[in-house]
């Protein structure tokens, strides 16, 4: 068990909720992934006519925690709008604060992203915000009254995986109790693992389960990796060396010679 | 007066308040909130919102996301 704003988890992979073939696979691959959290968004009423009707009387089904986001926004009137409509709409507090500050990598804008969450937070939000992987702008979050972190391992939707492992060790260890998630950009189970080996909290993830040739399945893949890199971190990495060490006994190795 | 749902323009009397938009558009309110000129109106003052010319509304409902 771990707790992120006040409730109380088993699992540690988040999972959007977008780009899947029908919604449908969307449900079962969420019930694969054992989240109990799942992103949501908001849209123009009508922009996608039937089908915001399936995916949110499945959604309303599902014994999941809802936290809707503030994609698309860039700028900080913007995501504030949307996340007082998102509270009113989804009941809940939660808020994945989204503030896009270049369209073509989907780069969050630092200083939106600090000005929107000091906003929020004195509104009564718990503001999960996404952020890139910047020690500096991790302290303003905090500053701004956020409670955990979200920064992105790679541009969303990109599938890089880690591009930037040292700045994401530096946020993790000048933060240690402060539940930081990995947020966007892995495209593999082994990405997951490795984010968890880190000693990262949790991990959300949309795209890489979504676009899968079965999402299902890999759904339950980076459950597994998830877990795994979690018991891993748990249990103690070896520190690595840049030379060989025998694991098999030296003492007694036949043949050997002092001479040799 | 003339006035824009979800960026699209549209021509309206005087008086009409955002519950009256809602209705037109035939969606389940319970499902929807809304913005007008980038500020949200809470569900409880729909009714008393009245719509002035020009005004820019947004009407959104859940939908899937990352």
């Not at chain 1, 977008?18 to 054992?34: C, W």
């Not at chain 1, 896009?100 to 969050?108: E, S, T």
């Not at chain 1, 979690?230 to 190795?253: C, H, I, K, N």
Request: charged share 20%.
């Amino acid at each position: 068990m771990w707790e992120i704003a006040g409730t109380k988890l088993q699992s540690r992979l988040m999972i959007g909720t977008a780009r899947y073939p029908s919604p449908e696979i969307m449900q079962k691959a969420i019930e694969a992934s054992g989240a109990e959290i799942v992103t949501v968004s908001l849209r123009r009423q009508g922009s996608q006519p039937g089908a915001q009707n399936v995916f949110w009387d499945i959604l309303r089904s599902m014994p999941v925690k809802l936290l809707p986001n503030t994609a698309g926004c860039h700028s900080v009137k913007e995501a504030v709008a949307t996340a007082q409509m998102a509270r009113e709409l989804f009941g809940t507090n939660w808020i994945k604060l989204e503030v896009i500050g270049d369209d073509y990598n989907l780069q969050p804008d630092p200083f939106g992203t600090v000005e929107a969450a000091k906003i929020l937070t004195d509104d009564g939000f718990e503001v999960f915000p996404y952020m890139t992987d910047d020690l500096v702008l991790a302290e303003r979050l905090l500053d701004a009254g956020c409670k955990m972190l979200m920064p992105w391992a790679a541009p969303i939707g990109s599938g890089l995986g880690i591009i930037n492992p040292m700045a994401l060790k530096t946020i993790r260890q000048r933060f240690p109790g402060v539940p930081v998630i990995v947020d966007a950009g892995l495209g593999k189970p082994s990405h997951a693992a490795l984010a968890m080996e880190m000693g990262f909290d949790g991990v959300l993830l949309n795209t890489a389960v979504a676009m899968a040739e079965d999402p299902v399945k890999m759904a339950q893949a980076f459950a597994q990796a998830i877990n795994a890199g979690r018991l891993g971190y748990e249990a103690g990495l070896m520190p690595s060396r840049d030379f060989a060490t025998p694991s098999t006994p030296v003492v007694g190795t036949p043949f050997w010679h002092e001479n040799r | 007066m003339k006035i824009l749902v979800n960026g699209k323009p549209q021509e309206a009397s005087g008086g009409i308040t955002i519950k009256d938009i809602l209705a037109k558009m035939g969606a389940d309110t319970r499902y929807l909130a809304v913005a007008v000129n980038g500020d949200f109106v809470p569900r409880s003052e729909h009714g008393k919102t009245e719509i002035r010319d020009g005004d820019d509304i947004e009407v959104v409902s859940p939908q899937a996301g990352g």
